[in-house]
Nanobody, 116 residues
Framework: QLQASGGGLVQAGGSLRLSCAASGLSFRSNVMGWFRQAPGREREFVAR???????IYADSVKSRFTISRDNAKNTVYLQMDSLKAEDTAVYYCAGRKVSSTSYDYWGQGTEVTVSS
């Protein structure tokens, strides 16, 4: 129900835009987030956008990444600029109802590799 795409190989300092298309859920009423998991590490929070558009970011990506959503297209985006080698990970999108305390939906992940 969540299909992530846009990952790939990029040089340090470059940019990528990830997309996550949702189906089968009330996208407009869901909080959407991006997470990532680097090899040998636990999954970590990257960014979140509420249904009203408010955003929050992990300190490690603040000012470099931008999360946005297009409710007409049922899609959430993650624009990643000034990429660093430490951003290398599999990126997952997730969604939850506003009233939920945990994410109800997860995408399959898209791999981002940043070469230094």
């Amino acid at each position: 129900q969540l299909q992530a795409s846009g990952g790939g190989l990029v040089q340090a300092g470059g940019s990528l835009r990830l997309s996550c298309a949702a189906s089968g859920l009330s996208f407009r009423s869901n909080v959407m987030g991006w997470f990532r998991q680097a090899p040998g590490r636990e999954r970590e929070f990257v960014a979140r956008i509420w249904n009203g558009g408010t955003t929050i970011y992990a300190d490690s990506v603040k000012s470099r990444f931008t999360i946005s959503r297009d409710n007409a297209k049922n899609t959430v985006y993650l624009q990643m600029d000034s990429l660093k080698a430490e951003d290398t990970a599999v990126y997952y999108c997730a969604g939850r109802k506003v009233s939920s305390t945990s994410y109800d939906y997860w995408g399959q992940g898209t791999e981002v590799t940043v070469s230094s």
